[in-house]
């Protein structure tokens, strides 16, 4: 069984940079894919990058191409959110998330194995 627990969040300025973590404990076999989704109050958890962990192919949502950077760190079963340049639209609570197998999977539904989530708050 996959675990998965996030850390990083916190209270940043408009334009302010933040790293999120993201720790997998448990074992996984084949192609796995990890990816950041984020929650707004009174949103729809939306996606926000993906990354599959063997080749470390990346995607991501339009709105953060540029700003964000999703990687992994194989040897410590670890993945991270690099935040550069936050708005105000950015806070929301961030959750890492996986799944086996091969596809784009840009939707909370695809996803089976889920961080509890960490709070990003962007201030003025």
């Known amino acids: 069984q996959v675990q998965l627990a996030e850390s990083g969040g916190g209270l940043v300025q408009i334009g302010g940079s933040l790293r999120l973590s993201c720790a997998r404990r448990?074992?996984?076999?084949?192609?796995?894919?990890m990816a950041w989704f984020r929650q707004a109050p009174g949103k729809e958890r939306e996606f926000v990058a993906r990354i599959t962990w063997n080749l470390g192919q990346t995607y991501y949502h339009d709105d953060v191409k540029g700003r964000f950077t999703v990687s992994r760190d194989i040897a410590k079963s670890t993945l991270y959110l690099q935040m550069n340049s936050l708005k105000p639209e950015d806070a929301a609570v961030y959750y890492c998330?996986?799944?086996?197998?091969?596809?784009?999977?840009?939707?909370?539904?695809?996803?089976?194995?889920w961080g509890q989530g960490t709070q990003v708050t962007v201030s003025s």
């Open positions: 998330a996986g799944r086996r197998g091969l596809g784009l999977f840009t939707t909370a539904a695809n996803y089976h194995d």
């Open positions: 448990g074992e996984i076999s084949g192609t796995y894919i």
